[in-house]
């Protein structure tokens, strides 16, 4: 027969094993909570601009406002033997009109290279205001070696932009990429590149 203590023991070590197994379907639970959030939280940001996220856009303005709004252009490269500039450091952007600016990027290396942008205005305030409707930034972008290809984006600020409080006396608006390393999307085994609307291979630049 079983002294009290030993029954006591068990007890304790059943009581514990049960709150271990609870407390790992916990950590499993939220794990997969997290990471089923982050779609759910970038399609939230693209839609409402939250933390300076700039929104796509399917339509454009219909209102033109008369004001002007400057936008400059921020580029960076991580992970990637790549150039990437704007072909003009900065644009006067008319509130409540569609915009056209263009990006240059080249493949500095020997072999291709698939990246994705990733972006974002500044102030965060403004990206409610910002909206895209086509962009480089929607699907990745594959270049062959040392081919450069120059990718256009057509923006607008929002005509209600610079009347409410967070936005007044805002003069200007930074629109940030930064390109970083990207799966390529293969077919048949073959890379396949992307199709920007002006590429151009070149050869090596040193």
């Known amino acids: 027969m079983s002294s009290p203590r030993a029954t006591d023991s068990q007890r304790l070590a059943a009581r514990n094993a049960r709150i271990a197994i609870i ?10 909570a997290a990471f089923a959030s982050v779609p759910f939280y970038r399609a939230f940001c693209q839609a409402t601009g939250f933390g300076g996220t700039v929104r796509r856009a399917s339509v454009g303005p219909t209102v033109a406002t008369g004001r002007t709004v400057m936008v ?3 580029t960076n490269v991580r992970g990637l033997d790549w150039s990437f ?5 900065s644009q006067v952007a008319p509130v409540g009109a569609s915009k056209l600016a263009f990006f240059r990027v080249t493949n500095n290396s020997d072999k291709p290279l698939t990246g994705r942008a990733v972006y974002n205005v500044t102030p965060g305030s403004a990206g409610a ?3 895209k409707l086509e962009c480089f930034c929607f699907t990745n972008q594959t270049l062959a ?5 120059e ?10 932009f610079g009347l409410d409080d967070d936005t007044r006396g805002i003069t200007e608006i930074t629109l940030s990429y930064t390109f970083y390393p990207a799966k390529p999307l293969a077919t048949n085994g073959a890379p396949s590149y992307s199709n920007p609307q002006t590429a151009a291979p070149q050869g090596p630049t040193g």
């Not at 407390?23 to 997969?32: H, K, N, R, S, T």
């Open 23 to 32: 407390c790992a379907a916990l950590f499993a639970g939220m794990v997969g």
């Open 72 to 74: 400059a252009f921020d």
């Open 85 to 89: 500039s704007p072909n003009v450091p």
């Open 129 to 131: 205001f910002f909206s």
């Open 145 to 149: 070696p040392h081919q450069s290809a």
């Open 151 to 160: 990718f256009p984006v057509v923006y607008y600020v929002d005509p209600r």
